[in-house]
């Protein structure tokens, strides 16, 4: 199987920044697209930024110009560094990986989620 496991996540000020990371771990064999998403109680869960293997990325227009998506293959793992940070911006935010873990065998694995709040 195949975990991901987030950290950084946590309480900053409105304007404040955070680094969120994302270490993929177990039978990997390759990994196309990583990404994050958020989600608030009640509300359907929302891509906020997505990179695949070869370097195209998109970002929600809410977060574009603030927050910055990168990714180290050789550790499996991608970041989320989110900058002027917004009370709007506090959700629950999951990491994405669309990972091939058998010889032609291919799915979406989902972190666990950490939890981001700006105070205002």
């Known amino acids: 199987q195949v975990q991901l496991v987030e950290s950084g996540g946590g309480l900053v000020q409105a304007g404040g920044s955070l680094r969120l990371s994302c270490a993929a771990s177990?039978?990997?064999?390759?990994?196309?697209?990583m990404g994050w998403y958020r989600q608030a109680p009640g509300k359907q869960r929302e891509l906020v930024a997505r990179?695949?293997?070869?370097?195209?990325?998109n970002y929600a227009d809410s977060v574009k110009g603030r927050f910055t998506i990168s990714r180290d293959n050789a550790k499996n793992t991608v970041y989320l560094q989110m900058n002027s940070l917004k009370p709007e911006d506090t959700d629950v935010y999951y990491c994405?990986?669309?990972?091939?873990?058998?010889?032609?065998?291919?799915?979406?694995?989902w972190g666990q989620g950490t939890q981001v709040t700006v105070s205002s």
């Open positions: 990179l695949t293997s070869g370097g195209s990325i």
């Open positions: 994405n990986a669309f990972v091939q873990y058998g010889s032609s065998v291919w799915r979406d694995f």
């Open positions: 177990g039978r990997i064999f390759s990994i196309n697209m």
